[in-house]
């Protein structure tokens, strides 16, 4: 059974607008969580984190939010370019230790010109 | 600083043989990972090192896969023998103490016929 889940294997937006991305997770016990972002032919590369004693953390144009009650955070892109057309993985760990992640499947993002 | 390096980017090979995948993580990193990319699982951890000991291996599918890291700037992952089914990318990734990411090769994209 999958631990970190992204029910939405794609996503399409015109530029400028804003993409959401979501990621539920089920263990209660995961203390810190990751995006990475993964062009094609490359490895994935470190998007922006969040401790779970925080709801948000913005980073430029990145903002995750965690509702902890939820199981649940997401990934905002403000504006969103055509640069960011990509493959976001949402990562969760025990600890913010850089060990034991727990990867979800994958979103698709298509950023339109 | 090179990154992570994984060799070689591509391997085909035929079911039976035997598959070696390399890897040097960031230098002064002290963990290193190995991750399976598949359509139907995702990015899922098959083994870690800490300080050139495995830490957990329980990812490994099976007895076929094996991995090594006989000193802190090289490791291997083997298969033996090979089957259809082990295609995927295989990526490699390192981090360093204290740090809260991880830090991936390019991968490894194994093709067995």
Same mark, same amino acid.
């Given at each position: 059974?999958?631990?970190? &889940? =992204?029910?939405?294997?794609?996503?399409?937006?015109? @530029?400028?607008?804003? /993409?959401?991305?979501?990621?539920?997770?089920?263990?209660?016990?995961?203390?810190?969580?990751?995006?990475? &972002?993964?062009?094609?032919? @490359?490895?994935?590369?470190?998007?922006? /984190?969040?401790?779970?004693?925080?709801?948000?953390?913005?980073?430029?144009?990145?903002?995750?939010?965690?509702? &902890? /009650?939820?199981?649940?955070?997401?990934?905002?892109?403000?504006?969103? =370019?055509?640069?960011?057309?990509?493959?976001?993985?949402?990562?969760? /760990?025990?600890?913010?230790?850089? =060990?034991?992640?727990?990867?979800?499947?994958?979103?698709?993002?298509?950023?339109?010109? | 600083? $090179?990154?992570? !390096?994984?060799?070689?980017?591509?391997?085909?090979?035929?079911?039976?043989?035997?598959?070696?995948?390399?890897?040097?993580? !960031?230098?002064?990193?002290?963990?290193?990972?190995?991750?399976?990319?598949?359509? +139907?699982?995702?990015?899922?951890?098959? !083994?870690? *090192?800490?300080?050139?000991?495995?830490?957990?291996?329980?990812?490994?599918?099976?007895?076929? *896969?094996? $991995?090594? +890291?006989?000193? $802190?700037? *090289? %490791?291997?992952?083997? !298969?033996?023998?090979?089957?259809?089914?082990?295609? $995927?990318?295989?990526?490699?990734? %390192?981090?360093?103490? #204290?740090?809260?990411?991880?830090? *991936?090769?390019? #991968?490894?994209?194994?093709?067995?016929?």
């Amino acid at each position: 059974d999958q631990q970190v &889940k =992204q029910n939405s294997p794609s996503l399409s937006v015109q @530029e400028g607008r804003i /993409s959401i991305l979501n990621c539920d997770y089920t263990n209660s016990m995961f203390d810190y969580f990751l995006w990475y &972002k993964k062009y094609p032919a @490359e490895g994935p590369t470190f998007l922006i /984190s969040i401790s779970s004693i925080k709801d948000k953390n913005e980073d430029g144009r990145f903002t995750v939010f965690l509702n &902890k /009650s939820a199981k649940h955070l997401s990934l905002h892109i403000v504006p969103s =370019q055509p640069g960011d057309s990509a493959v976001y993985f949402c990562a969760a /760990s025990l600890d913010n230790y850089g =060990q034991n992640f727990v990867f979800g499947p994958g979103t698709r993002l298509s950023v339109l010109p | 600083d $090179a990154g992570v !390096i994984q060799s070689p980017r591509h391997e085909v090979t035929e079911m039976g043989q035997e598959v070696t995948l390399r890897c040097k993580p !960031i230098s002064g990193h002290n963990s290193l990972f190995w991750y399976r990319q598949t359509m +139907m699982r995702g990015l899922e951890l098959l !083994i870690y *090192f800490n300080n050139n000991v495995p830490i957990d291996d329980s990812g490994m599918p099976e007895d076929r *896969f094996s $991995a090594k +890291m006989p000193n $802190a700037s *090289f %490791s291997t992952l083997k !298969i033996q023998p090979s089957e259809p089914r082990d295609s $995927a990318v295989y990526f490699c990734a %390192s981090s360093g103490q #204290g740090q809260e990411t991880q830090y *991936f090769g390019p #991968g490894t994209r194994l093709l067995v016929l």
